[in-house]
Structures are given as structure tokens and as C-alpha cells.
């Protein structure tokens, strides 16, 4: 049974840091692509980071490049985002997100979100 | 970046009536647009991948299709739970992006 539960979020200052942190089981992070979508209060999905099965590919998008970066630990069976120089924009529900059949770019596991709230 | 919008903004239905809901997109994706459902307090639910081929689990009301940059997602029958948010998805390009919505609300 596939699950997948994220921890680490919380308030931070502008400028601060956070790192997210999503608990895998059920399933190997080494088989599938998994991504971090965040959705802002009343908003919609934004996908902000994208690591492939094999490691290969990482993608984050322009919001957050040259802040955020995606890493996994196959071993603890976790997959992290470490958030730097956060900003007010910034504050969302950050979900982590398995792909379905390997690397398919279609997220199809979630876990439950965990709150990020940036604020001075 | 590839832009999807989605129409109309806010559906309002009753129970056993059809939902139709579109997504366009900005450039084509081919077939790469999947479909998710959205209920209040949960995460997103995958309904549809590569236009029109159901995830797992996902019940026969629930039908896309499409091709190129107009998309559609077609609920054949309301059930109380269908009563939620929707958003498309395309993976045609990087960035990966996401339509703004469309919320299916009780009529």
C-alpha cells in the first residue's frame, strides 16, 4: 500500500529557510519520478520541483530556481525540499507527489500537504 | 511556458445531470493532459492521464478527451461526492503546469 506522509513545515521569516521532508513506503523512490506541487491559500496547483526515477533529471520551476532543491535518500526512503530565501509568496500547502507508472509527469499518489506560512 | 485554461470557472449542477468542462491549452501537447479532482481539505486525485485513458480505480461516469490544445473532461452522471474542484494538467513541455480550475458546485 502505497503512502506517503510530509513533515517539516511551519512558519518562517523572509529571507529564512525550511526543509520539507515526504516519508515514502509501500513503494522505492529509485522506480518512480516524484515532484513537490504547492497550492497557495484559496489558489491553484503550482509544480515547483521535479526529480526523476533515476536521479538524472531535476527540474524546478522559475518561481523557486536558485532557492529550493529537490533531494531524495533512497535508503531512509524519503524525498526532501530544502526552501531558502523564502518569501511571502512562498506560503502554501506543500504536497509531494509520486508519478503514476514510473515517469510519467502525471503525479498520481499525494500525500496530505504540509503548511508552509512566510510571514515578518 | 504552456498555458492552460480552463472554462467555465464555476460550474453549478444538480445531481445526475452531465458535466462538461474544457481546458485549453496555449501551444499543443498532443494527448499529454491529465485531469484531477480536488475535495476541500484533501489533496488532488488523478482522474484521467493522456487525455482520455482512466487511473486506476477511477469510476466509468469520468470520461476525456481531446487532442492537440482543446481538451475536455465529461462527468456522464453527478454523484454527491463528484461535487469539487477540477484542474488540468499538461506534460508536454516543461514547465509541467496546471489550468486554474473549475469548480463544480450543487445547483
Known amino acids: 500500500q502505497v503512502q506517503m506522509e510530509e513533515s517539516g513545515g511551519g512558519m518562517a521569516k523572509p529571507g529564512g529557510s525550511l526543509r520539507l521532508s515526504c516519508v515514502v513506503s509501500?513503494?522505492?523512490?529509485?522506480?518512480?519520478?516524484m515532484s513537490w506541487v504547492r497550492q497557495a491559500p484559496g489558489k491553484g496547483l503550482e509544480w515547483i520541483s521535479y526529480?526523476?526515477?533515476?536521479?538524472?533529471?531535476?527540474y524546478h520551476a522559475a518561481s523557486v530556481k536558485g532557492r529550493f532543491t529537490i533531494s531524495r535518500d533512497n535508503a531512509k526512503n524519503s524525498l526532501f525540499l530544502q526552501m531558502d530565501n523564502l518569501r511571502v509568496e512562498d506560503t502554501a500547502v506543500y504536497f509531494c507527489?509520486?508519478?503514476?507508472?514510473?515517469?510519467?509527469?502525471?503525479?498520481?499518489?499525494w500525500g496530505q500537504g504540509t503548511l508552509v506560512a512566510v510571514a515578518s | 511556458d504552456i498555458v492552460l485554461t480552463q472554462s467555465p470557472a464555476t460550474l453549478s449542477l444538480s445531481p445526475g445531470e452531465r458535466a462538461t468542462l474544457s481546458c485549453r491549452a496555449s501551444?499543443?501537447?498532443?494527448?499529454?493532459l491529465a485531469w484531477f479532482q480536488q475535495r476541500p481539505g484533501l489533496a488532488p486525485r488523478l482522474l484521467i492521464y493522456d487525455a482520455s485513458h482512466r487511473a486506476t480505480g477511477i469510476p466509468a461516469r469520468f470520461s476525456g478527451s481531446g487532442s492537440g490544445t482543446d481538451f475536455t473532461l465529461t462527468i456522464s452522471s453527478l454523484e454527491p461526492e463528484d461535487f469539487a474542484v477540477y484542474y488540468c494538467q499538461q506534460r508536454g513541455n516543461w514547465p509541467l503546469t496546471f489550468g486554474g480550475g473549475t469548480k463544480v458546485e450543487i445547483k
Open positions: 526529480l526523476s526515477s533515476s536521479g538524472g533529471a531535476i
Open positions: 501551444h499543443s501537447i498532443s494527448n499529454h
Open positions: 507527489a509520486r508519478d503514476y507508472g514510473g515517469d510519467s509527469w502525471y503525479p498520481e499518489f
Open positions: 509501500g513503494f522505492a523512490l529509485s522506480d518512480y519520478s
